[in-house]
């Protein structure tokens, strides 16, 4: 019998973009993207939208920060109906993040998570194996990581590839 081929699943890992400051009048919860986050992440979305193979479904933070960066990806991709907003994301580690990956539908090819730091840059460590040093996520970063497995249910940690680490400075000013 023959083994079933190996596909790439690959993972796009996207840090929310820059949100108001923190205020004592308003929760963290609620913190909403400033004008340079949305035209940062209308830049990267434009940026991931030209890709061979973008992201297919999105699931994001509940954090009002986190789904608008969410929406703008999604209007940008075309995927607006393929957005999941997960309350578990917000606050939450690396581990709970690689469950939600791990979760995801096998017919999906590409899947985006946006959340938050340290999670990101703790999550990316677990699966790529690098040095923290070379996993920092700035706002509105996108980290791009390819498997090597058939099943999202087959990622485990350290077996990804990180393929770019994409952020803002690099197209923008």
């Not at 023959?2 to 308003?26: C, G, N, S, W, Y």
């Not at 957005?83 to 580690?93: G, N, R, T």
Request: hydrophobic share 40%.
């Amino acid at each position: 019998m023959a083994q079933k081929e190996k596909l790439i699943k690959t993972v796009f890992l996207v840090r929310h973009a820059k949100a108001e400051p923190q205020d004592v009048k308003k929760s963290d919860h609620e913190r909403r993207l400033v004008d340079k986050g949305m035209r940062h992440a209308e830049k990267m979305a434009s940026l991931v939208a030209g890709f061979r193979f973008p992201p297919e479904v999105i699931c994001t933070s509940s954090a009002a920060r986190a789904k608008e960066t969410a929406a703008i990806f999604a209007e940008a991709l075309k995927i607006k109906d393929s957005v999941e907003v997960a309350d578990d994301l917000y606050s939450s580690s690396a581990q709970s993040y690689l469950q939600k990956i791990q979760k995801t539908g096998d017919e999906t090819h590409a899947m985006m998570l946006v959340g938050h730091n340290p999670v990101l840059e703790d999550l990316l460590v677990m699966l790529t194996s690098r040095s923290p040093f070379h996993c920092k996520m700035p706002t509105c970063g996108i980290a791009i990581i390819h498997f090597h497995v058939t099943l999202w249910s087959e990622i485990r940690p350290a077996t990804g590839i990180l393929r770019s680490l994409l952020y803002p400075k690099l197209f923008l000013e």
